[in-house]
């Protein structure tokens, strides 16, 4: 079920997202405070990823995690690689009400981490507040079987009332494959807050782990979101395609105008 730039159901609200850096973001609506992937080493350090895969880190965070304050849900769409979660946004789980991850990374982190497989969900509840449902959505960290080296990704869709355009998506590193048609399939998406970069790295050649601009493009006409947010392509070494390279493929779609590009450091407020 895609989403269509229609509003579904009166008035669409709004949604305030302060892009940190890297796929690092602050999401807030009704009173919640949201963070994904929390991401907030300083540049120039080179991490391991994988067996053969490394990368470099080039810019650092737009806001401390003093800036940030207190959080209610971290969205962590994987644990295990430090482009996602790096050792100072570490310090943040603990003081987070809850941090919502892969089971395998739930494993890992324990304490407030639970894990969710694709397709679970969790409620966040407050007085006060509108009832999140927050569904983990399948992600594909690079080709099939790469999961073995690459380790489990999952997304992460919200739903709460008053929504008038649908859900908001979070992709998580993934490209596009059977699970994200499934997203499609299943969701009407308003906002799609996309990570993109097309990740490649050397020792594996044409294999990408994340999407390209032309997948972004696909996904995006595939799911007709209202508002198109593209995170995650900038700031570190493994990243291949950055903003000039995906505005170029979103203007030649005609697609332009769905997509908002944030500024590192600055609210911006979005229907949904």
Do not use: C
Request: neutral net charge; without cysteine.
């Amino acid at each position: 079920m895609s989403g269509d730039a229609t509003p579904t159901a009166g008035v669409a609200s709004q949604l305030r997202i302060t892009h940190v850096g890297g796929p690092t973001a602050l999401i807030e609506f009704g009173g919640w405070r949201l963070l994904t992937d929390p991401t907030f080493d300083a540049p120039g350090r080179r991490y391991t990823f994988a067996p053969g895969l490394a990368s470099r880190k080039l810019s650092g965070p737009a806001l401390t995690p003093a800036q940030i304050g207190a959080i209610d849900a971290v969205l962590l769409s994987h644990d295990h690689h430090a482009d996602n979660l790096d050792p100072t946004g570490r310090t943040l789980l603990p003081g987070a009400g809850v941090v919502l991850t892969t089971s395998a990374g739930a494993r890992r982190l324990g304490a407030n981490a639970v894990g969710l497989a694709p397709w679970e969900t969790y409620t966040l509840t407050e007085s006060g507040r509108p009832t999140v449902t927050v569904t983990a959505t399948p992600a594909r960290h690079g080709i099939a079987g790469s999961e073995r080296l690459v380790g489990p990704v999952i997304g992460f869709a919200l739903q709460w009332d008053g929504q008038a355009y649908g859900s908001v998506w979070i992709s998580g590193d993934t490209v596009w494959f059977a699970g994200v048609r499934e997203v499609v399939r299943r969701l009407a998406v308003g906002t799609a807050i996309l990570h993109l970069g097309g990740v490649r790295f050397g020792l594996t050649g044409p294999v990408r782990y994340t999407m390209s601009a032309g997948e972004a493009v696909r996904v995006t006409e595939a799911m007709a979101p209202h508002t198109v947010v593209p995170i995650h392509y900038e700031g570190w070494a493994h990243f291949r395609e950055g903003r000039e390279a995906a505005e170029a493929a979103f203007e030649a779609a005609g697609l332009s105008e769905r997509v908002r590009w944030l500024q590192a450091g600055v609210p911006s407020e979005i229907s949904v």
